[in-house]
């Protein structure tokens, strides 16, 4: 794989964008090729941001082309469901995903396309990368940054930019 100018890619130190290495929290499973529901692994493999969203009440837009989380927007987690893996609003009853929460972590998200839109029941949900809750401290599986850093790099990267995650 040749690397662009533009990847972020996951290094056992951080993640690099051009010549700058931000510390990076991953998965509490690891990093894996083979990603399951449920397994807290961050699945390894060149992913895709496709969105970038953000909480117009706590932070600024970051570029252009962020889209609002406004009050009620969901993130389906619902294997069975037709809308797994896809933002959805409430009222929803099946099993999902606060986007609006009361704690940061979710002010600014970078939505890649792991399992979307085309979503595989049990291949996992949506791989984010989202603000950290400490330096070192693991997620669900998806990619935490700090909050500043996750700012500069929302504001820097385009749609489509590549997310490079080695299988270590």
């Not at 972590?105 to 399992?115: A, E, G, Q």
């Not at 049990?122 to 950290?132: E, L, P």
Request: net charge positive; aromatic share 8%.
């Amino acid at each position: 794989m040749t690397a662009r100018f533009n990847d972020l890619i996951l290094t056992p130190t951080g993640l690099r964008h051009r010549r700058r290495l931000y510390p990076c929290s991953i998965g509490r499973g690891g990093i894996r090729a083979d990603k399951r529901e449920g397994d807290g692994a961050t699945p390894a493999g060149v992913h895709r941001v496709v969105m970038t969203l953000y909480r117009p009440d706590r932070i600024a837009r970051p570029a252009p082309w962020a889209q609002a989380i406004l009050p009620g927007d969901l993130w389906s987690d619902a294997s069975d469901d037709a809308a797994y893996n896809m933002a959805v609003r409430a009222p929803y009853a099946p099993s999902h995903e606060a986007l609006r929460r009361a704690d940061p972590l979710y002010d600014l998200i970078l939505v890649t396309d792991w399992n979307w839109p085309n979503a595989v029941p049990g291949k996992g949900s949506c791989i984010f990368i989202h603000q950290w809750r400490r330096p070192g401290y693991p997620t669900e599986g998806c990619l935490a940054l700090r909050r500043d850093h996750l700012f500069h790099l929302a504001s820097e990267i385009p749609p489509e930019t590549r997310v490079v995650v080695p299988d270590f």
